[in-house]
């Protein structure tokens, strides 16, 4: 292949996969996150790969991001991947924590991804690559912001790539909803991951090749693992208020614990 794939969040996790497998592709690449130590590591195992660290939360930081896919006449892939989630009950969480969490995940990734669009377009070919989640279909009580703003995506992509799509480009968008995936996110969160059963989490392989493979038949919204696919999909003939209802006592029985 060639041309060039920014990703952001690359320092590990399914970031990290995704700038994996597409150096192991041949495409040159722009790793971003905040850790340029973890950076610079990754760098080293790669083949043609620069650094560029930045945190996206913060506005000089991302118009440095915008530039740089501003100037890549080359982009083929953008991977909107940096973020990060806040676990508590809303009021009682700091404020800033989670206005960084809504400008990592929305004005960042709606920055980003017109950026790329403005020359992909133009040239006729690139591929973004929108990290969702499955919680962006479920609100969730003590985990609020984290699923508002993982909606967000998974509706700004879907809608992005039917526009694409109405005019007949043939750029291609997705939002990728993973469900739970082993990844330093849980720790960061100080998650329990015993909580969920072993057979609902995916490693970030799983789910990074799962969107590579799909990116090819152009479906706008990708849910790696069947058994997400059949939860996001029966859950929308069950009526909200049992959803409401089972939501509630999921959060009642964390209480309890």
């Not at 995704?18 to 790793?31: C, V």
């Not at 006729?124 to 969730?140: C, E």
């Not at 998650?191 to 706008?220: C, F, G, H, Q």
Request: aromatic fraction near 8%.
């Amino acid at each position: 292949m060639g041309g060039t794939a920014l990703v952001t969040g690359a320092s590990s996790g399914i970031g990290e996969v995704f700038a994996r497998r597409l150096s192991g592709l041949g495409f040159r690449l722009i790793l971003v996150a905040r850790r340029k130590a973890r950076l610079d590591r990754l760098a080293s195992e790669l083949r043609n790969a620069d650094v560029l660290a930045a945190d996206l939360a913060i506005d000089s930081d991302l118009r440095k991001v915008e530039d740089r896919i501003a100037a890549e006449s080359e982009l083929e892939f953008l991977i909107n991947n940096a973020g990060f989630g806040v676990q508590g009950v809303f009021p009682e969480t700091p404020r800033d924590m989670q206005d960084r969490m809504h400008r990592l995940h929305v004005i960042a990734i709606e920055r980003l991804t017109h950026a790329a669009l403005r020359g992909m377009v133009k040239r006729r070919r690139g591929n973004i690559i929108n990290v969702s989640s499955v919680a962006g279909f479920f609100p969730t009580p003590f985990n609020v912001s984290y699923c508002a703003t993982k909606a967000w995506i998974t509706s700004f992509s879907e809608g992005l790539s039917m526009e694409l799509q109405a005019t007949r480009s043939p750029v291609r968008v997705q939002a990728l909803c993973p469900g739970f995936t082993h990844s330093e996110f849980h720790d960061v969160v100080k998650m329990d991951r015993s909580m969920i059963p072993s057979y609902m989490w995916m490693t970030a392989e799983e789910v990074v090749d799962t969107s590579l493979r799909r990116l090819k038949s152009n479906k706008p919204i990708v849910i790696p693992g069947w058994r997400y696919r059949l939860l996001v999909g029966f859950s929308r003939w069950i009526p909200r208020l049992l959803l409401h209802a089972g939501a509630r006592r999921f959060a009642q029985s964390r209480i309890k614990g």
